[in-house]
């Protein structure tokens, strides 16, 4: 039987980063808090088949599902405000779309048809929204188109979703455009025109908005609602603003504040019981907001010049702070660079996150080093926990210890690519990508936050702590805390005698929410908080 789902798409205009993807977010979590089950699909018109191969800087964090898909960092930002977890194919990219029609063409499936974007393409993009409506049996689905409104790639993408909308009707599928209304300040007031000019140029595709939501810097009044709501053609309590809040978990109440919850359960006839609750989340917003005591960490990365680069850590780390009722101060500390000593002797903790290559990996060697000799909580990820198993190892007469990354040559690779790794040669193959379960050492520090022997966590690598070594290193005094279920692959390491020293080879960033802080997360930051004092 076919699944019959409420669409919500939601497009940006005017200029890109205006937050398209935390307001979908937002909306799901209003329509959450109705009762209501919702799952996200974010569309990304770029060729590229998934984000495995992005470069930070210019797209930011790669975010892994749990079924092992390297997709966009707005997945993230829509599990943390859903609750839930995303399968990969919610990340629809131009590359799986076209790779999946010239398939299909080389296998005949197209009976000797001239196949062009439309009807094609078109119906791909339909199919794929469709299939994941259908397995996610969710009551709604929202659908966020990356880029704005008039760029040359997004084109398809718009005309699919115009179609559906008349394919499933009016009543079941809506429209959202998400804008900007700048403020001048040499004449003192808000611009509407750059809203119009978007708001024409997607009515120019054939989708008329049933909604605008206001992006500004600050709060726009009543009479630019009523402006804008004329000259776009929607009603006026569809013209929704979100100004700049201090957090983005502000943005579900500040859209409820303006109704937007009961505006969709009207337009798009959701069948709802009573109406919204976001007591809980409103309670999250606000644990989020504490002022004190107050707990300092630094993130030694190579990609620290922009933040993005690392939002799920940056995220968990509030999360956890929020779970603690303290403040997390974050300092950005630049692994490229030879580490600052009294930079580091200002922090109550250190965080060294993942990464690729061998550019920042003296820097983040230096910070573990400063973290053993002075007794500073350290917490490392992915190559950050590789980092700590290097200096560990250096440190205890292992001289010229690193990984095969790095150095082919190291008389002690204690660090290195697994042999059916090896012979994986696409950037795009990394073979521990995705959900690994991890069972954990009773009587460790990773026991005492997790609370339980095995977990499941996301993974996105493909070197490993070397078995050859692990005797060694375990001699020497390594704990090697976690470990695949069959004991063959180390997962996580630890040392005694320390206030907190911890490396896991997985990202547990991906499984943090604001409602449920990860637990080695907690369990870092309240190490901190307890050497601050």
């Not at 669409?7 to 890109?16: E, H, L, Q």
């Not at 690598?461 to 470990?483: A, D, Q, V, Y």
Request: glycine letters at 8%; charged letters at 25%.
């Amino acid at each position: 039987m076919v699944h019959l789902a409420k669409y919500i798409v939601v497009t940006g205009g005017v200029v890109s980063s205006i937050g398209k993807g935390i307001t979908a977010a937002s909306i799901g979590r209003i329509l959450r808090s109705y009762g209501l089950s919702v799952t996200a699909i974010k569309i990304d018109p770029y060729l590229n088949w998934d984000s495995g191969t992005l470069n930070p800087y210019q797209h930011g964090e790669v975010f892994v599902t749990d079924d092992g898909m390297e997709t966009d960092l707005d997945l993230g930002h829509y599990e943390r405000f859903l609750d839930s977890d995303l399968p990969g194919e919610a990340n629809i990219t131009t590359g799986k779309v076209y790779m999946s029609v010239i398939e299909k063409e080389r296998s005949g499936e197209y009976l000797g048809s001239c196949v062009q974007i439309i009807p094609h393409i078109t119906d791909e993009i339909k199919s794929m929204i469709r299939r994941i409506a259908d397995r996610s049996r969710a009551d709604v689905v929202l659908v966020e188109v990356g880029g704005t409104v008039g760029d040359i790639e997004g084109q398809p993408f718009l005309e699919a979703l115009r179609q559906l909308r008349n394919e499933e009707g009016h009543e079941n599928v809506m429209f959202v455009h998400v804008t900007y209304v700048p403020y001048l300040r040499a004449a003192g007031e808000f611009k509407t025109k750059p809203t119009q000019h978007s708001t024409k140029e997607l009515r120019s595709t054939g989708i008329n908005p049933d909604m605008i939501i206001c992006r500004s810097e600050m709060p726009i009044d009543s009479s630019l609602k009523k402006k804008i709501a004329h000259f776009c053609d929607v009603e006026e309590e569809a013209v929704v603003n979100a100004p700049d809040a201090s957090s983005i978990y502000e943005v579900p109440l500040v859209l409820d504040s303006e109704n937007v919850g009961e505006y969709i359960v009207r337009r798009i006839e959701l069948d709802v019981d009573g109406g919204a609750d976001l007591s809980e989340w409103a309670g999250i917003v606000e644990s989020l907001m504490v002022e004190e005591p107050v707990v300092t960490v630094g993130i030694v990365g190579k990609y620290v010049e922009l933040e993005d680069s690392y939002i799920s850590i940056r995220e968990a780390l509030k999360h956890a702070a929020a779970h603690l009722r303290v403040r997390v101060d974050i300092e950005w500390i630049s692994a490229d660079d030879a580490v600052n000593e009294e930079d580091l002797s200002r922090l109550d903790s250190i965080l060294i996150p993942g990464g690729f290559g061998e550019r920042g990996i003296a820097g983040k060697l230096e910070a573990v080093r400063f973290a053993l000799e002075n007794r500073v909580p350290v917490f490392g990820i992915c190559l950050g926990m590789q980092c700590m198993v290097i200096e560990f190892a250096r440190m205890k007469g292992m001289e010229g210890a690193n990984s095969t990354e790095f150095d082919p040559e190291t008389p002690y690779p204690v660090i290195d690519m697994m042999e059916e790794q090896k012979r994986i040669k696409n950037m795009g193959g990394t073979m521990r990508l995705g959900s690994y379960q991890c069972r954990i050492m009773k009587g460790t520090l990773a026991h005492e936050a997790y609370g339980t022997e095995l977990v499941s966590e996301r993974h996105r690598h493909r070197f490993e702590l070397n078995n050859e070594f692990r005797g060694e290193l375990e001699e020497k005094g390594l704990i090697i805390s976690g470990t695949s279920p069959d004991n063959f692959l180390v997962e996580m390491v630890e040392i005694e005698d320390h206030p907190w020293f911890l490396g896991c080879q997985f990202h547990p960033e991906f499984r943090s929410r604001p409602n449920r802080a990860h637990p080695l997360f907690v369990s870092f930051l309240r190490a901190a908080l307890e050497g601050s004092r």
